[in-house]
Nanobody
Framework: QVHLVESGGGLVQTGRSLKLSCEAS????????MAWFRQGPGPERELVAA????????WYPDSVKGRFTISRDNAKNTVYLQMNALKPEDSTVYYC???????????????????WGQGTQVTVST
């Protein structure tokens, strides 16, 4: 089992920055990838950043590319999401997700991730 806990959400003004953290515990040695999703208008969660745990591979959608950066601290078993130039449309709940699999590829769909944090609210005011 892997347990994920997010922190760092809050209320910021348009154009400002926010950094989210996600600390992993448990069987972190089994993690192949970590990602940040955010809740969309419907039931599906939108991927905003993904990071391979086993090689130098990242993925961002065009909507956040150049503004969001995912990074990790192996010693702390923590993954971060640095969000710059925030916009009101970035407001929603953000989730950290972990992927455990023998194939070690970088999944881009929410249903492929095995473990989820509880979510943290980000609100960007105008």
């Amino acid at each position: 089992q892997v347990h994920l806990v997010e922190s760092g959400g809050g209320l910021v003004q348009t154009g400002r920055s926010l950094k989210l953290s996600c600390e992993a515990s448990g069987r972190t040695d089994r993690i192949c990838a970590m990602a940040w999703f955010r809740q969309g208008p419907g039931p599906e969660r939108e991927l905003v950043a993904a990071l391979s745990w086993t090689r130098d591979e990242f993925w961002y959608p065009d909507s956040v590319k150049g503004r969001f950066t995912i990074s990790r601290d192996n010693a702390k078993n923590t993954v971060y999401l640095q969000m710059n130039a925030l916009k009101p449309e970035d407001s929603t709940v953000y989730y950290c997700a972990g992927f455990v699999d023998s194939s070690k590829y970088l999944p881009l769909r929410d249903y492929l991730y095995n473990y989820w944090g509880q979510g943290t609210q980000v609100t960007v005011s105008t």
